[in-house]
């Protein structure tokens, strides 16, 4: 059987303008499954990069969302760094994760900074930097702000090609007075632009024998070294040789362009130029190639016109170079570049998708996660209608399903349509999220078994997709120190819709082990006077709304997946070593915050608690929240005001309309100091804890004198008091 499977290596210019075309054009997208890999969710636009550093424009201007991009086009998106390829298995060796592999493959990842030898320990020793990747550059910029004065060592710039000069130019404008100067070889550089540097206060050097702050390495460009150790045919820069097709002459099925790349008869200097004008011969050749038939040449112009913004304290002024000429600085020059690179950036400044909650069909815009829940109030009278009244009463994270009198076993079950769309990220969340119901009862992970719905597409994608599903929960449950002990699998008989990756539901039943006669952390056990700590932000829901809708989440989507993909395991270890210290239980009552949000968790917690004291002739308890002490992930309040919510959220507003509604002295949750808060305030405060969480904080109750205890992994967002 043939295993069909294109991967686009690299988040470069090119690979972007081929997403862009099968998002306009569908029908020119080959009729095979497509992932692209990429280090980075965002691409900066490199044109713009000097006009970001100069603070003419944002950060976010110059950004192009690869990920969103890549979800509406229908291509699986992998967010990691390519170690290595092997050409003759067709397998691509990633940094942390299984290998992949590819039966087509299209090579864009751009290129790294040269660091010359004499800067080698500077870089090591974080003297100097280069300017690729561009966001860490931006980064380590912004944090030499500080050093804005005519008192302060100079910045250094080192390179004498255009990209440095340009660079030059963008700092003397973002920084007034402190001394720039560019380290270069003078003789390269044109008399009309050395002169300007002169007048723009940039310092012209040939040696670093004076004494210096930061250095900015802008001194040309490299492939990555797997690149250069494999059998591929490279010119003098380490630019990937291809045919006019675009081919590599040495493996089929391998096309390349950018930077990375060259065509034989026709070489020609990396310029943006060549990425933009290639991609209409390389998508028509990508799905040539798939079908069969024959492709097409591409004739590159000989020399492209490059302009250099020189970011004059008044007017805005630019030089043109083509070939040896320099002509300006000019104003016209600069309308010239300035239309150019917002016309490059626009066509990827995707609209807004409009997402109706009252929309009853399941869409591909239905969010996905644990926000896939069934309504609290559905699940409820179903349960009771099913004579299953304790479940809706008093639920509870997992259950007891063996004891020997000494270890308990407690079981739970938990699974949801694909959150992402690649395989193997998307098993590590739901595997992580199911064992939070086990954290929540205070329970170590020990076992799992696992339920994958696979999509109906042809065998070898097929088991591409559960292998890569299967690795990423056997590796998530061994680092727990548990076993993946079976499961099962059957094939969906829905409709499968691309990427073929968001055709997997996953489910898994998970075991954990309370050990040393510790019993299990129950909902019920609230008492008057406990403190309610959290672990972790809320907003996940609405993080993954806002991608859904194509807004730009590069503010938050490091520290969300990164929690995604953080066990809670230790949190509870830490917990039984301060407990084994005081002698004494500290937790009280818990659970995880998943699907119903703070609010809906919360409640479960209340009411079950007050059926226990109900039955213990105990004086029923409610919650005081403190709306201003709950952390929000970056970015997430943003997009609440932009009113982003996800599909889930009306749902878990009826829990809360249920509650505030009624008698304010006789409600289970009020708020401190509701009174002196503006209803849009209050709001916005209301719609984080009714979004839904997916490996969300877990919610502890314990007496307030264990605060300091626990206040550098928790935070306390309430307390518990009588009714």
């Not at 994760?97 to 087509?104: C, D, L, Q």
Request: a positive charge; proline letters at 4%.
């Amino acid at each position: 059987m043939t295993f069909n499977h294109m991967v686009l290596i690299g988040g470069g210019h090119t690979n972007v303008l081929l997403l862009n075309k099968w998002l306009m054009c569908p029908k020119l997208m080959p009729e095979i499954p497509v992932s692209i890999i990429s280090r980075d969710s965002h691409l900066v636009y490199s044109a713009l990069f000097p006009s970001v550093l100069s603070n003419s424009i944002s950060l976010e201007e110059s950004l192009i969302d690869i990920k969103s991009l890549a979800k509406n086009a229908k291509v699986s998106f992998i967010e990691e760094e390519v170690k290595d390829i092997d050409f003759n298995l067709k397998k691509i060796v990633l940094s942390n994760r299984p290998s992949i592999n590819y039966s087509k493959l299209v090579l864009n990842y751009g290129s790294q900074t040269i660091i010359p030898k004499e800067f080698e320990s500077l870089v090591k020793n974080r003297n100097a930097f280069t300017i690729k990747p561009f966001l860490r550059a931006y980064n380590l910029v912004q944090k030499e702000d500080i050093f804005d004065s005519v008192n302060e060592l100079p910045f250094v710039i080192v390179g004498s090609g255009l990209a440095a000069i340009e660079v030059s130019y963008a700092l003397r404008k973002r920084w007034r007075g402190r001394s720039l100067k560019l380290l270069c070889d003078s003789r390269k550089i044109n008399n009309k632009i050395l002169k300007s540097l002169r007048n723009s206060n940039i310092d012209l050097v040939e040696n670093l024998n004076f004494e210096y702050g930061k250095i900015l390495l802008c001194t040309g460009n490299k492939s990555p070294s797997w690149a250069q150790k494999n059998l591929l045919d490279l010119d003098s820069h380490g630019r990937i040789i291809t045919n006019q097709s675009l081919q590599l002459k040495s493996f089929s099925g391998i096309f390349a362009a950018g930077d990375c790349a060259v065509v034989d008869s026709a070489r020609r200097p990396a310029s943006g130029v060549f990425a933009v004008k290639v991609v209409n011969t390389l998508v028509q050749n990508l799905k040539n190639d798939v079908k069969g038939v024959s492709l097409k040449k591409w004739f590159p112009q000989k020399i492209g016109l490059q302009i250099v913004n020189t970011f004059p304290s008044n007017h805005a002024k630019a030089f043109a170079i083509y070939r040896n000429f320099v002509f300006g600085p000019s104003f016209l020059f600069w309308i010239l570049k300035h239309k150019i690179d917002l016309k490059f950036v626009n066509k990827f400044r995707l609209k807004r998708l409009i997402m109706k909650s009252s929309e009853k069909n399941i869409s591909f815009n239905d969010c996905r996660g644990c926000a896939a829940k069934i309504p609290q109030f559905v699940l409820n009278k179903s349960l009771i209608k099913s004579n299953l009244d304790s479940f809706a009463s008093s639920p509870e994270d997992s259950v007891e399903i063996y004891q020997n009198g000494e270890d308990i076993i407690l079981q739970s079950v938990d699974g949801f349509p694909a959150l992402v769309s690649d395989p193997w990220l998307n098993a590590k969340i739901t595997t992580l999220h199911a064992s939070s119901d086990l954290w929540a009862c205070g329970a170590k992970l020990s076992s799992a078994q696992a339920l994958i719905s696979l999509p109906k597409v042809e065998r070898e994608f097929q088991s591409y997709l559960f292998s890569q599903s299967l690795q990423g929960i056997k590796s998530t449950v061994e680092d727990h120190g548990g076993e993946l002990l079976g499961g099962h699998t059957f094939e969906a008989r829905s409709l499968v819709n691309k990427p073929y990756s968001l055709g997997i539901d996953v489910s898994l039943t998970v075991q954990g082990i309370l050990k040393n006669g510790a019993k299990p952390w129950l909902k019920s056990g609230m008492n008057d006077g406990d403190i309610l700590m959290l672990s972790r932000p809320l907003g996940v829901g609405i993080y993954f709304a806002g991608l859904m809708q194509n807004f730009n989440m590069l503010e938050s989507s490091s520290e969300i997946i990164d929690n995604l993909l953080k066990s809670q395991q230790y949190l509870i270890d830490e917990i039984y070593l301060f407990q084994d210290q005081f002698k004494e239980s500290l937790v009280n009552a818990a659970t995880d915050i998943t699907g119903y949000g703070f609010i809906g968790h919360l409640k479960e917690m209340i009411e079950s608690s007050n059926l226990h004291r109900e039955r213990n002739n105990l004086e029923p308890l409610k919650v005081l929240l403190d709306l201003f002490a709950f952390k929000a992930y970056p970015g997430v309040f943003d997009l609440i005001r932009k009113d982003v919510k996800s599909t889930f959220f009306e749902s878990n507003k009826e829990i809360f309309d249920k509650i505030y509604k009624g008698n304010q002295q006789k409600r289970i949750i009020n708020f401190l100091n509701e009174s002196s808060l503006d209803k849009e305030t209050f709001d916005e405060r209301i719609a984080l804890l009714l979004d839904p969480q997916t490996c969300g904080p877990l919610l502890i109750s314990c007496n307030p004198k264990y605060e300091n205890t626990l206040k550098d992994k928790w935070y306390k967002v309430g307390e518990v008091v009588k009714i």
